[in-house]
């Protein structure tokens, strides 16, 4: 299995995160074959993502708008890299890899107790107004919060 | 393993059902243990009440009421009776049990592709008004559509 | 709406509970009415419990037996008493409300950040051979980790 | 919105598929922003896959082998077209995209009751050995199975 396309180079893309969400596997989001489901991954890309725009403050940018836009995403991926198991703690990075007119790449990373990468992934989103469901430029807030 | 206590008589009980929605077990259903994960079941009442509801016709009255009203779960039970494996085909039947004031209570029971009971259960639904959270009567018309 | 026929008396009841398991109510776990889907109050309980298990030392019990032995739920039930949304901080409560001869019955609680009750519920597990899919009766070891 | 990088032209790739399941969209598999949650794409590629390979054959191989080869997840994608509401009736259609040695690339579509494409996607899977959890060759029979 190569490295995947988004990825130039493991290492440093490895470091290149700062921001992490701690999750325990539950029990419910095992299978059959004894590890994580494989959908369950884009619960975990999604929960990371969500506590991520709250963190750098941009939930409260979609907040102060009056529920006028919405995230909605455009696209996903995810790379399964080493297998998940019921009760381990990982963490959920998330990164900001590229911020378009009305759109943010975001990459994720989904590493074990050992800092083992598990899940690679990325995606992007885009800012939709609820009411034509057009795309909306990001505002000068919003891309300074991106930007942080 | 007594009978719930909302069942009286088995085998009258199985014959009181006369709405059956068909389900296929997915594999992200199934747990590390290689059965149907338990929060599953209530996935599949909610799916075969919410089939049921609009079977009726009461679905259409909730609608027609431009969304002034919501069905919300007052309580949920379920006993697992037989286990539930990975790709069986089952019947998730419905049936009103007792209607009250701005509430109805619902019986369920999951089948196999042998008749065989796998999991029973009930649980109460309100209708609330979305505005002030306050329980609303059942209109003449929806307590037709449940009497039906 | 009155008390659970499994409650005695709410105030001495919401005080029982000792073990607390925190949760954060994720985006994919709400439905379109705006609020966490009824559903999922069963993958909290399963959290909260397996976690508990976890915490009084009965899961390596069940480890050490080499996988002998499976814990199955029999039966689940919750009231819902309050709604929960999107990112809300809860604790799920976990506590014994009975040890059978195979089995216990567990008394659940959520509550919100202001520490009002949520969802209240209770269950049955039975611990099963896998082999014999038969009840096993609760080793010396076990009763003392359930009575804890 | 630009084509996704694994479709060379719409109209013909749209044709390509010969293989449909049904799929119904649940009330617990939408969020609060009123549509199909991002994460339930995966679920109904899942969903369509297995059906697949039970339908061309591939699962009895599996079957037949003992259970000594797993398939596993090596990489998904999607890309959101179109969003998914409550109630609709959907087709996931898959079909094999590239054999590889001991994997398969596989295309899905979504589509709505209009035959409309709601979500696009691809992913590879990888044929295991549950004992070492290395690749696994595919058999004659299983190649015949995924050109058919």
């Known amino acids: 299995m190569g490295i995947p396309s988004?990825?130039?180079?493991?290492s440093?893309?490895?470091?290149s995160f700062s921001y992490r969400y701690p999750l325990?596997?539950?029990f419910s989001e095992t299978d059959a074959f004894g590890h994580m489901n494989n959908t369950v991954a884009f619960v975990y890309f999604e929960t990371g993502r969500i506590n991520f725009f709250k963190d750098i403050g941009l939930s409260k940018e979609?907040?102060?708008?009056?529920?006028?836009?919405?995230p909605v995403t455009a696209d996903l991926q995810c790379d399964?890299?080493?297998?998940i198991f019921f009760?381990?703690?990982?963490?959920v990075c998330v990164k900001v890899a590229h911020i378009g007119n009305?759109?943010?790449?975001?990459?994720?990373?989904v590493v074990n107790e050992k800092e083992e990468v598990c899940l690679t992934g990325r995606g992007r989103m885009v800012q939709l107004s609820r009411e034509t469901g057009k795309p909306v430029s990001w505002s000068e807030n919003a891309r300074i919060y991106l930007q942080s």
Do not use: A, T
């Open 6 to 10: 988004y990825i130039d180079n493991m």
């Open 12 to 15: 440093e893309w490895k470091d």
């Open 24 to 26: 325990s596997v539950r």
């Open 62 to 70: 979609w907040f102060s708008s009056g529920g006028k836009m919405i």
């Open 80 to 83: 399964y890299i080493r297998q």
């Open 87 to 91: 009760d381990q703690q990982l963490h």
């Open 102 to 109: 009305s759109s943010v790449d975001l990459h994720y990373m």
